[in-house]
């Protein structure tokens, strides 16, 4: 590969690396294997990385509608259980393994935007996460959760700030 040749990084985060062989690896802190992420599971493992926050969305909205606190916990319990059986059993066995890994190079967040997104992709995401911040804890204070519902809100306000100031980041770096 030439060094003028920029390598396409779709993926990124904790388990998601990229070694020598320019293959996308996912590491599984479970099971301690690598498995080999091809172009076509790659929305697959989007979903499945952040499995827990979208089922905690899930719950939190649940909650916040149809069920009581203690009914949208367990169903969050149970989907969380439902999703990782799945998640072990199946769709990891359609994942190739990988044993000669080399943990060389961890692509971040901040890496994977500057990578993929146009500056007007990165400024709409940035202004949605704000948005999102702020609509999340005025939703908690108009329904009247409960304090630790408002807090958990604002805890998941927290996390869009943060993915806001890091498309703000991405932005200030983009040529």
Same mark, same amino acid.
């Given at each position: 590969m030439s060094k003028g040749q920029k390598i396409k990084i779709r993926l990124s985060g904790r388990n998601i690396y990229t070694d020598k062989k320019n293959r996308t690896i996912y590491?599984?802190?479970?099971?301690?294997? !690598?498995y080999q992420i091809e172009k076509k599971d790659e929305n697959k493992i989007i979903f499945f990385k952040n499995r827990l926050v979208i089922i905690l969305f899930a719950?939190?909205?649940c909650a916040g509608t149809f069920l009581t606190v203690p009914q949208a916990v367990l169903? !969050?319990?149970?989907l969380v259980a439902l999703v990782e059986v799945y998640y072990r059993s199946s769709f990891f066995k359609k994942l190739q393994p990988v044993e000669d890994v080399d943990f060389e190079k961890q692509v971040s967040p901040l890496q994977s935007i500057l990578a993929n997104k146009s500056k007007e992709k990165v400024i709409t995401l940035a202004v949605l996460y704000a948005v999102f911040s702020v609509l999340?804890?005025?939703n908690a204070w108009d329904q009247q959760y409960?304090?630790?519902l408002t807090l958990l809100s604002a805890g998941i306000s927290l996390v869009g700030l943060y993915f806001c100031v890091l498309h703000v980041i991405a932005l200030t770096k983009m040529k």
């Open positions: 590491y599984d802190r479970l099971t301690k294997r !690598g719950a939190i909205l169903a !969050g319990v149970l999340v804890l005025l409960s304090a630790a």
